[in-house]
């Protein structure tokens, strides 16, 4: 762990082929190369950096094998998950004031530079910031036990006087869009993110509208599934789940079965690029008028139930990096030209669905003397959270069982919520 | 106790040290607080545990920075003993640090390891198996054995766990006592584990240890069972998702016996594509990509299973950067062996503005891989998008990318040009440069069909600086000068600056003045003359020399000759150039997630293999279902040969994978040997045409003729070979046919002749590490003729040629006494050749004694391999000698040089074995029988003068052999020990 400077923040060594000097080759090759890196991997002198920035803070992970590139990443991207989880914020100040927990969680994550347990929770049981206390015996083997398991991510014997859960659906919607409002790709990343409080080892069963689903369902038990509507089903390209979820059983039955973390924890996450309703479109209008003039007029349309309100709605217009001064002109919201982004941000608070409103703006430039130095024309880019699915996406069911205490699927309060957001939301200009 | 014990008897010595250190040191403690370390030390040993805490977390604190705090061990050491386990862990920390520094004093430390691997806390227990294997110091080593013996038997499994790691720990310090101690077993019961962590970590120990294994044992532990593996894939189902990765990889080295088998396996991995570790996605399409290979490519099962793959491939794109990085990688090798899994998910591959660099490149790369006719129309619309953008990198390659869409689909062509026309129209400087480069590659696919644009290209004449874009511009000039009307005044504002040219501008130049000269000999006679003196004047380089005095010779000689040669029907490039080989792709999708395939470099060519690598590891290969299919693959990639433009700008079909010599001390040396070779061959060309007058011109003909018979001249090669040799020799018909029958006769009677054994060919470079050029061989003798036979396989994709073979000092100054006869190898061809020897070569005493480097040279790269010469290979025919001789020379050594060697026994007689060594000019001189035992004297002279006597004794009833030699040269025992046997083992 480097900060900007290249100095060394939290060093560990798991293995003898790797000396101190490797650090040094990160630094003078990488952090102060002289041109900016263009790849997470590196190699030095036959021995390969692979490293992750997050803001001012380098992570790096040094190898002389020939190892799993996928796994050193996705464990340095656990590791920031686990650091921000202790202590929040991943900065110089707070790496520098947990080094002791960083040192401690370092070795319960990897041995010998080989993963080991990295679930949030399960660490938390067994590394605390106060110090491990004197234990029983029995505690520690429920540790020892617990970490090694099968459920290795929830402990036994939680209780909770309410047995809530919260379902949140997020979806992300990319799109990029042509000027001529032909859509280039679009595709929804979908996360499904649960908040359980249940009490005991509950099982639960959790049932969407995907195609796939429905209709193996429906082969299986053709009662109850003949009741589901034709409609509103959707073609989910790939769905991946998290470590609680039984593979096996999603494979061979499509039921999605798990006994849940406790706490908050990412269950499954989506993909989908069919049928997709976009929620807004943007209609750009440039024209250059002379050397030193421009003509911006941005058209966003709202395209969703009248009912419904989207929130955060945000509009980016780049501007040339020779602009001298815009004059801008809105119906609606707040637009102001960042000179900082190089880009006009029209703010709209709240946007009703079907609505239609129109930005222009004139865009003075400077003689530009550097022609060489072309514009590029950034795409528009957009930022926005309405309250539904731009998938399709639906919760059709989540039910509980936990055999060994008496509540049923009927006690708990269950909560959903979607939230479709941006992701990357461009429309060429 | 007796720690504490033991250290109160090494305080006062410790301080004495301490002082010592500070007055050597004292750069040291400038550099620190003053009476930092003092201040520290002082705390360490404090009664109140708080604050002996605070002092362990400020001495890690330094240590972290890089300081050197190894002067408190003592003292950090003494804090080992608290219960606390927060401490315990620092103090380890510390340990694992410093231990290797001050081994001496890390034994202090080993009573509190031991006691604590049988403590109560099995976190504790774990704790301690975990930091003492990262004590890297033998004599605690030692103490090891024992707690860690224990602890694989912990009824805990966190404790198993961690102690199976260790055994891969103690393994790396000492492969030896692993095996000796029995853990390898151990190891293997924890697979059979209930606890699935367990099993996880032993997996990893286990291929951890096979990997890096130096005896056969430890090596065979990967060799496992179908039935094991069933169980493994039982586990994946529980294990963690980093256990999930270990065992993927794990069976990823397994080939099932049958076809049923790797189905079931196929269905019982799919699942784990779900998950949400790229890593476990990643070894799980590595599983699969494997043991799909061994299927009915059209059977149903394999075509859905190829359908599965695609989403989750493209969910990985969704990921953070890095991640995406190392999956578009490994796309682009999938895609490459197979192009049906993504062709209908183009789009994701669509760069985004907010992409980092490394991503964009990657996804533009495997864009152009999956456009085709049907999609070429989007594709293009995009492709222009980029070239617009900033990063210079990144359009040059969109540039690029163009030109390879437009080699690719035919009918897009045209669009591709105009696109390509536009661009070059922004001015912008590197776009323009590189939509030339790529518009000559268009030019060359598409032979007179898109001159029109010529026009456009020339007014950017001036704004070229790069030797690439000025070569392809030159070309085209050159190609193209009947149109061009001011072609003679282009191609002589480019002859002005000449000597400040890069080689393959100059080479180029000089063809494309050539060319116009041929086109238009009326007004061009004195462009060209000045180009042929300043190329064969004035140049430095031997290649643009060398090329400069062909044409000379073959415009002065015969002119038609000339245009046959230089404005020669070039072959049309073909499309897919910068495809990976086959071997190395089908190696490369075996190592799918991990760095070799970020790298796509086979994993040798950057890890480091360890103490010599007793143990040949085999290097992975796809289950070999579909040899011939892949070379079907091969074959259609073939033809996407150099070619002319070979010459300067780089041939299109060179595989992007680099090749790291294994010797790499010795480049430099042959390296200059390559450069006096082909300037030698260049002054015999020199000469030869210079004396032999009359003849030249049939005999020129003729080479050039020959090589001809390829593609296209390389030019890059330092003098094509056969037309050099042929001249050099001098007395035409018979070193003509001497050379071209080279390939034919001469081989023939080199397979067909001599009674004595061939011994068979040996592997010297393979494919892997001559980007596609394999080369076995072996040494012959034919009565006094020492010569090497090679047998040359082309597994490129392109045609090789341009073959020239250099030797490196010997021991015996062996050096080919003519230069290899080659004609180009077309691609899946294989020749053998026989290249004769003589011993005039520089000597130099390598070790071992028998080595000879060798240099192979083609239109590629040069390639460096070292092989043996068998000794027997360099026994004259001049050793026989009188028996008095014989007798005088024996009592001349003195008898210390005398050696014995046991030869073990064999079938023949006396008189068998004497005919049989008389064939390898192993001379007996004399015979004699004691009490009814054989003895023979012998004499073998080396090339280089050295004799050798030798009494062989040969016991009749149990036929035993027995060697003594003697000779003023002790170095060459073992090398006539080792021809001894193989001549007498036939």
């Known amino acids: 762990v480097y900060n900007h400077k290249g100095e060394v923040l939290i060093s560990r060594v798991y293995r003898d082929d790797i000396g101190r000097n490797a650090v040094d080759a990160f630094r003078v090759n990488v952090i102060h190369a002289r041109q900016q890196v263009r790849s997470p991997v590196n190699m030095i002198a036959r021995t390969s950096f692979f490293h992750v920035k997050r803001s001012n803070i380098w992570l790096c992970a040094v190898s002389k094998k020939n190892l799993n590139a996928a796994l050193v990443f996705q464990f340095l991207y656990k590791m920031l998950e686990v650091m921000g989880s202790y202590f929040g914020k991943i900065n110089e100040e707070n790496i520098k004031n947990n080094f002791v927990l960083i040192y401690e969680l370092l070795d319960e994550l990897l041995d010998y530079g080989y993963p080991q347990n990295t679930d949030t929770g399960v660490l938390k049981t067994f590394i605390t910031q106060q110090g491990v206390k004197s234990q029983t015996k029995e505690e520690t083997t429920k540790i020892t036990n617990q970490v090694t398991g099968q459920i290795a991510w929830r402990r036994e014997g939680i209780k909770y006087r309410r047995n809530e859960l919260f379902l949140d659906v997020v979806e992300s919607v990319n799109l990029l869009m042509s000027p001529q409002g032909q859509v280039l790709s679009a595709h929804v990343s979908g996360r499904v993110l649960m908040k359980s409080y249940l009490s005991g080892m509950p099982e639960c069963k959790f049932g969407i509208n995907d195609k796939v689903i429905v209709e193996s369902r429906r082969a299986a038990d053709s009662s109850s599934a003949a009741g589901a509507t034709k409609s509103g089903h959707i073609a989910i390209d790939d769905c991946q789940f998290h470590q609680c979820v039984k593979l096996s059983k999603f494979d061979t039955e499509h039921a999605i079965s798990f006994i849940p973390p406790d706490g908050e924890f990412e269950l499954m996450r989506y993909r989908n690029t069919k049928d997709i309703s976009l929620p807004f479109r943007v209609i750009p209008l440039v024209r250059e008028i002379g050397r030193t003039k421009m003509e911006v007029k941005v058209v966003v349309k709202s395209n969703f139930k009248p009912s419904l309100l989207a929130q955060k709605v945000e509009v980016r217009i780049p501007t040339p990096l020779n602009t001298s001064g815009v004059q801008v002109i809105c119906m609606k919201g707040k637009a102001r030209y960042k000179a900082s982004d190089n880009a006009i941000v029209w703010k709209i608070k709240r946007m009703g669905g079907m609505k239609e409103w129109q930005l222009s703006a004139e865009i003075d430039l400077l003689n530009a003397t550097d022609k060489a130095k072309k514009w590029t024309r950034p795409p528009i880019s957009m930022n926005f959270e309405v309250p539904f699915a731009a998938s399709g996406f639906k919760v059709r069911y989540l039910k509980v069982f936990e055999s060994k205490l008496n509540y049923s699927d009927h006690d708990v309060i269950k909560w959903v919520r979607y939230i479709g957001k941006s992701g990357l939301y461009e429309t060429r200009c | 106790a007796s720690v504490s014990e033991s250290l109160g008897n090494i305080r006062p010595w410790l301080q004495k040290v301490t002082t010592q250190a500070k007055t050597t040191d004292s750069k040291y403690f400038t550099t620190t607080r003053k009476g930092e370390i003092f201040e520290l030390k002082a705390e360490l040993n404090s009664e109140r545990k708080d604050k002996r805490k605070e002092a362990v977390k400020k001495v890690i604190a330094s240590m972290t920075v890089g300081k050197d705090v190894s002067t408190l061990f003592p003292d950090v050491v003494n804090c080992m003993q608290a219960d606390n386990l927060e401490l315990k862990k620092l103090v380890y920390l510390y340990l694992m640090n410093y231990a290797k520094t001050q081994p001496d004093k890390a034994i202090m430390a080993v009573n509190t390891f031991v006691r604590d691997c049988e403590d109560p806390n099995p976190l504790i227990r774990a704790l301690a198996v975990r930091t003492i294997g990262c004590i890297r110091v033998d004599e605690i080593t030692a103490y090891l054995c024992d707690p860690l013996r224990k602890c694989l038997k912990d009824e805990d499994p966190y404790v198993r766990k961690t102690a199976a790691v260790c055994v891969a720990k103690l393994h790396d310090i000492d492969p030896l006592l692993v095996e000796e101690q029995g853990f390898l077993d151990a190891l293997k019961e924890l697979l059979a584990d209930s606890n699935p962590m367990v099993v996880a970590n032993a997996v990893a120990a286990i291929t951890e240890i096979s990997d890096s294994a130096q005896t056969d044992t430890a090596a065979d532990m990967l060799c496992w069972s179908g039935q094991l593996i069933n169980k493994l894939l039982t586990a994946l189902n529980e294990c963690t998702e980093w256990g999930q990765v270990f065992i993927l990889d794990a069976v990823a080295n397994y080939t099932p016996t049958e076809n049923n088998e790797a189905q079931n396996m196929i269905e019982r991995v799919s699942p784990r594509l779900a998950h949400a570790n790229a890593a476990v996605v990643l070894s799980a399409v590595k599983v699969i990509m494997k043991l799909l290979e061994m299927l009915d490519p059209n059977s149903d099962f394999v075509l859905s299973t190829i359908k599965k793959l695609s989403a989750p491939l493209v969910t990985l794109l969704s990921s953070e950067p890095e991640i995406q990085y190392v999956a578009l990688r490994n796309i682009n090798l999938i895609v490459q062996k197979r192009p049906d899994i993504l062709k209908q998910e183009l789009k994701v591959f669509f760069v ?99 001159e029109s644009v010529i026009g456009t290209l020339c007014e950017n004449l001036d704004t070229l600086d790069e030797p690439e874009a000025r070569a392809s511009m030159i070309w085209i000039i050159g190609e193209y000068a009947e149109r061009i009307d001011n072609a003679d005044e282009l191609l002589e504002s ?73 404005l020669a029907e070039k072959p049309l490039i073909s499309e897919e150039t910068d495809l990976l080989e086959p071997n190395l792709l089908d190696e490369l999708i075996c190592h799918i997630g991990s760095l070799a395939s970020v790298y796509h470099k086979p994993p040798a ?29 091969a074959a259609a990639a073939a033809g996407a040969g150099g070619g002319d433009f070979g010459a300067g700008t780089g041939a299109p079909g060179r595989p992007a994978v680099s090749v790291i010599p294994t010797q790499e001390s010795l480049i430099g040396d042959l390296l200059d040997i390559d450069m006096s070779g082909g300037a030698t061959a260049a002054a015999a060309m020199a000469a030869a045409s210079a004396s032999t007058n009359q003849q030249p011109v049939d005999l020129l003909g003729e080479g050039l003729d020959s090589l001809l018979g390829g593609p296209a001249p390389s030019a890059t090669s330092p003098v094509p070979p056969s037309g050099a040799s042929a001249a050099a020799g001098g007395s035409g018909a018979d070193s003509l046919a001497d050379i071209f029958g080279g390939l034919g006769g001469g081989v023939g009677g080199g397979l067909g002749g001599g009674g004595g054994f061939d011994p068979p060919m040996e592997t010297w470079l393979p494919a892997q590490k001559g980007k596609g050029l394999q080369i076995e061989g072996r040494f012959l003798r034919r009565g006094p003729q020492l010569s090497m036979e090679l047998r040359l396989r082309n597994n490129a994709m392109q045609q090789l040629n341009g073959f020239a073979v250099q030797f490196n000092k010997n021991s015996f100054g062996l050096a080919p006494a003519q230069p290899l006869a080659m004609n180009p190898l077309a691609p899946q061809q294989s020749v053998t050749t026989l290249l004769p020897l003589n011993t005039k070569g520089p000597v130099q005493k390598m070790d071992p004694l028998l080595t000879l480097q060798v240099a192979v040279k083609n239109n590629i790269d040069i390639f460096y391999f070292a092989c043996l010469i068998p000794m027997y290979a360099l026994f004259t025919e001049e050793g026989d000698m009188d028996k008095r001789v014989f007798l005088s020379t024996w009592k001349d050594i003195p008898p210390e040089n005398e050696t014995q060697f046991n030869l073990g026994s064999y079938a023949h007689d006396a008189d068998t074995a004497s005919t049989m060594l008389r064939s390898f000019n192993v001379f007996t001189i004399a015979k004699r029988s004691v009490e009814s035992t054989d003895m023979l004297y012998q004499c073998v002279k080396l090339t280089n003068g050295i004799l050798v006597l030798a009494e062989l004794k040969i016991v009749p009833q149990t036929n035993a052999y027995t060697l003594s030699l003697k000779s003023r040269h002790v170095e060459i025992y073992p090398g006539v020990h080792e021809a001894y046997l193989a001549v007498l083992k036939g």
């Open chain 2, 352 to 450: 985004k503005y907010n992409d980092p660099i490394y991503v964009k490149l990657e996804k533009l790369d495997i864009l152009i891989r999956l456009t085709s006719a049907a999609n070429i129309a989007n594709v293009l619309a995009e492709l222009k998008e980029y070239a617009t953008e900033v990063d210079v990198d990144f359009v040059r390659k969109a540039v690029r990318a163009i030109g390879r869409c437009a080699i690719k689909v035919e009918s897009a062509a045209e669009r591709c040009v105009s696109t390509l026309l536009d661009l070059i129209q922004t001015k912008v400087n590197y776009v323009v440069q590189e939509a030339i480069v790529v518009i000559k590659d268009i030019f060359r696919k598409y032979p007179n069909k898109y």
């Open chain 2, 494 to 566: 480019f002859l002005e600056g000449f000597a400040d040219e890069q080689t393959a501008v100059q080479l180029q130049l000089l063809t494309s003045v050539v060319k116009l000269f041929l086109k238009r000999p009326t007004d061009t006679q004195e462009l060209v003359q000045q180009a042929l003196s300043l190329a064969t004047q004035e140049a430095d380089n031997p290649d643009l020399r060398d090329r400069g005095y062909i044409y000379w010779r073959l415009l002065s000689t015969d002119p038609a000759a000339a245009k046959q040669v230089v």
């Open chain 2, 605 to 633: 060519a950057f890890v480091d293999g360890r103490g010599g690598g007793q143990v040949a590891k085999a290097t992975k290969g796809l289950p070999s279902r579909l040899a011939a299919e892949a070379g079907g693959a």
